[in-house]
C-alpha cells in the first residue's frame, strides 16, 4: 500500500524523520492482522475460506477507498486498522486453504509458488503510486479495483470448510480450545515460530533501512535498489528451494538457509560500498525470502489436517507480532549499538532459530510427521 503516503520524501534525510510515522503506520496495519486471530479461525470453520478470503479481499477494497475522502490522520490510522483486520482475513484464509489442498508430495513447490506470488505482489504494488499522476484518489481506487478483481477467480475455486470443534464459547472468543495449544508447540515448534523472525525481518527492513542509509552516508536510491534486489533473489530461488524441500526434507532446508540467510546479513553489514551492500543484500533474500512460505509448509508436515486451521492463527500470530516488533526492535538497537545492529538483530532471530531447530529435530527424529488429511 505504498499509495498510502502519497507525499513522498524530498531526500534521505526526511525519509529518516518519516521512519516513526511509517513504522506506527505498519504497526496499526499489523495490530489489526493480530486483532483479527481473535476470531478468525472460528469464522473460517463458519462460513468456509472462500467466503472468508472474499469478505477480506472486499473490506480491504472498501478500506482503500475511503482513505481518500479523509485527509485526518487519526482516520487514516483507524483505516489501516480496519485494512489489517481484513488482511488478516485474506492472510489466514489462503495460506490455510491452500494447505487444506496441497499434496503432500509437491506441498514445497505448491507452498512456494504461494510465496512466489506475494513476494511478485510486494514488489509490483508500489509502483500503483504512479498513478498519482491522474489524480490523488487514482492509487486508491487502483488498489481497489485489485483487491476486487482478485476475489473473481477465488469463487470458482473448490472451497474448504473444516469441520466445526467442539464446546467452542463464542465467535469473538479468542479461547477457542486452548488446551490444544501446547500440544501444537510441541508437535511443530519450529514451524510455528520462524514466521516471527520472517516478519521482524520484513518489517524492520522495510521501516528501518533509510535510517540506517542515512547513518552509512548512502543515498535512498542505493538502498531502494537493494531492497529491490532482495525482493528478486527471493523470487528467483522460491521455486527452486520448495523443489529442494520436497526432495529433502523441509526442516533440513529451513535450518541451512536460516543459517546462511545470517551469514549473508552478518557480511552485508560491513560492507564498504552501497554496490557490494546491494549485492549481498539480494544474496540474502535468495536465502532467506523463502522462509516463510516453506514454514507454511513445514507447519503441514507436522501437524493433522483437522488442526491446521488453529495452527495456521498461531503461525499467523507470530507473523504479525514480528512485523509489529520489527521497527521498533530496529530502530532500538541502531539507536543503542549502531546502524550494524539492525543487521545483527535479524542474523540473530535467524541464528537463534538455526539453533533451537536443530535441537529440536534431534529430539523428534524418530517420529513421523503427521499426514495431512482434507476435511
Known amino acids: 500500500m505504498a499509495a498510502l503516503d502519497p507525499q513522498g520524501t524530498g531526500n534521505a534525510l526526511e525519509a529518516a524523520r ?31 475460506f472462500r467466503m472468508t478470503v472474499c469478505a477480506g479481499l ?64 510486494f514488489a509490483v504494488g508500489p509502483l500503483g503510486v504512479n498513478t498519482l499522476l491522474w489524480g490523488e484518489p487514482v492509487p486508491f481506487l487502483f488498489a481497489a479495483g485489485v483487491l476486487l478483481a482478485a476475489g473473481v477467480p477465488i469463487l470458482r475455486i473448490q472451497d474448504v470448510r473444516p469441520d466445526p470443534l467442539p464446546h467452542e464459547p463464542s ?22 515460530t520462524l514466521p516471527f523472525a520472517f516478519g521482524f525481518m520484513e518489517s524492520a527492513f522495510n521501516a528501518d533501512l533509510p535510517l540506517y542509509a542515512v547513518s552509512r552516508g548512502w543515498s535512498l536510491s542505493g538502498v531502494s535498489l537493494a531492497l529491490s534486489l532482495f525482493v528478486i533473489g527471493s523470487l528467483i530461488f522460491q521455486m527452486p ?63 493433522d489436517g483437522r488442526e491446521l486451521p488453529r ?40 541464528l537463534l532459530y538455526t539453533g533451537g531447530a536443530t535441537l529440536w529435530s534431534r529430539r523428534h527424529r524418530n517420529k513421523k510427521p503427521a499426514r495431512q488429511h482434507q476435511s
Request: aromatic content about 12%; hydrophobic content about 55%.
Open 241 to 303: 528451494l520448495g523443489w529442494w524441500s520436497d526432495r529433502f526434507g523441509r526442516g533440513k532446508t529451513l535450518i541451512v538457509c536460516s543459517a546462511v540467510g545470517a551469514a549473508l546479513l552478518i557480511t552485508t553489514a560491513y560492507a564498504s560500498s552501497t554496490a557490494g551492500f546491494s549485492l549481498g543484500f539480494g544474496l540474502a533474500g535468495a536465502a532467506a525470502g523463502s522462509l516463510f512460505s516453506l514454514s507454511l509448509a513445514y507447519l503441514q508436515d507436522l501437524v
Open 58 to 121: 472486499g473490506a480491504a477494497a472498501l478500506s482503500a477507498l475511503l482513505f481518500p475522502m479523509f485527509q485526518e490522520a487519526s482516520v487514516w490510522l483507524v483505516l489501516r486498522f480496519v485494512l489489517g483486520t481484513a488482511l488478516g482475513a485474506v492472510h489466514y484464509g489462503t495460506q490455510t486453504w491452500l494447505g487444506l489442498l496441497a499434496d503432500p508430495a509437491r506441498r514445497g513447490r505448491q507452498m512456494a509458488l504461494y510465496g512466489f506470488s506475494t513476494g511478485a505482489g
Open 18 to 48: 518519516g521512519t516513526a510515522t511509517g513504522a506506527a503506520a505498519t504497526v496499526t496495519i499489523y495490530a489489526g492482522l493480530l486483532f483479527s486471530m481473535l476470531f478468525m479461525e472460528r469464522v473460517a470453520r463458519r462460513i468456509g
Open 171 to 192: 465467535l469473538m472468543s479468542g479461547r477457542t480450545r486452548l488446551s490444544g495449544v501446547p500440544g501444537l508447540y510441541r508437535s511443530a515448534l519450529p514451524a510455528l
Open 311 to 350: 495452527a495456521n492463527r498461531l503461525a499467523v500470530i507470530h507473523f504479525g507480532a514480528g512485523m509489529v516488533a520489527g521497527p521498533m526492535g530496529g530502530t532500538f538497537v541502531m539507536s543503542i549499538f549502531g546502524p550494524d545492529a539492525l543487521f545483527w538483530i535479524v542474523a540473530g532471530l535467524f
